[in-house]
């Protein structure tokens, strides 16, 4: 057993009923190139190899590369799995093609030709926000993400207090997110101090910002967000050249109340509000 390391935020599952969970939860199929981002021992790569075509693990700890390394080297060696010594964050977008050279008629393509790959991983809590931003805007996404996260982070993505949030809906302008269910935190060593949960992003497309541009829909957002106590037609104003009028027009053409706060907003709402100011402003220019 390899120690974990707390700079890397390594927390191992251990408990077979939970990694069968995970890996039910992915919804893998035979047909199905899978991304698993932070393998550790890898628990939850032997049941994605076990269920996948073919399984590219990244991991940045260069120990637990060289015990992968061992540990799957049938697998390996039969090319159903590649391992990266690799910092997902720092891995650039080209990447996710990349790496799919060897290219079969069988496998799936989405829309750009691309490979379609699902991205599942137990990934350190402290890259969440990132990795999904990440993985959401990449040119190429995953066709779907499941990942364990902290139990807070999941029912914040699910909005189960009524509440959106900056995460919620950037999630939710891209895929479908589900619950999985909750772990507690004695299934992982080290145990840590947060319960965690099994999330998952569906259907994941771009296809909202082929009319709308996903730089400015994430501007708006942003703006909208930046003093919650505030309403958002007064954080609005915030944008430049845009006045209470062309607002207050948007809101009703969107049946959105003047009285409204970000958190109260749906994703098409915020899609709504988006298409109606792009003439409104040079902030859209």
């Given at each position: 057993m390899i120690e974990a390391?707390?700079?890397l935020g390594q927390?191992?599952?251990?408990d077979?009923?939970?990694l069968k969970k995970i890996a039910d939860?992915?919804?893998i199929e035979k047909t199905d190139v899978v991304v698993e981002v932070g393998p550790g021992e890898g628990t939850l790569t032997e049941l994605l190899l076990e269920r996948a075509l073919?399984?590219?693990?990244?991991?940045?700890?260069e120990r637990m590369v060289a015990f992968l390394q061992e540990k799957f080297k049938k697998e390996i060696e039969e090319n159903k799995l590649k391992i990266f010594n690799e910092d997902v964050l720092e891995l650039p977008d080209e990447f996710f093609s990349i790496f799919f050279e060897e290219k079969s008629a069988q496998r799936e393509k989405n829309s750009s030709g691309s490979i379609a790959y699902k991205l599942v991983g137990n990934i350190p809590y402290y890259i969440t926000g990132a990795l999904f931003k990440k993985a959401l805007e990449a040119e190429n996404p995953p066709q779907s993400i499941t990942f364990v996260v902290q139990k807070e982070v999941a029912e914040r993505v699910m909005a189960r207090d009524g509440k959106e949030s900056i995460l919620s809906v950037s999630i939710k302008a891209y895929g479908t997110p589900?619950?999985?269910g909750v772990i507690k935190a004695g299934s992982f060593n080290p145990k840590p101090k947060v319960d965690s949960a099994i999330l998952a992003i569906r259907n994941i497309s771009k296809d909202r910002f082929i009319s709308l541009s996903e730089k400015k829909f994430f501007e708006i957002l942003k703006t909208g967000f930046a003093h919650k106590r505030k309403l958002l037609i007064k954080n609005l104003t915030e944008i430049s050249n845009l006045d209470i009028s062309d607002l207050k027009i948007s809101?009703?053409?969107?049946?959105?109340?003047?009285?409204?706060?970000?958190?109260?907003?749906k994703t098409q709402d915020w899609i709504c509000l988006t298409k109606n100011l792009l003439p409104s402003s040079e902030f859209w220019h």
């Open positions: 390391k707390k700079s927390n191992f599952l251990k077979k009923g939970i939860f992915a919804q073919k399984v590219i693990a990244i991991e940045k700890d589900e619950f999985g809101f009703e053409k969107c049946g959105i109340s003047e009285k409204a706060r970000a958190e109260d907003l």
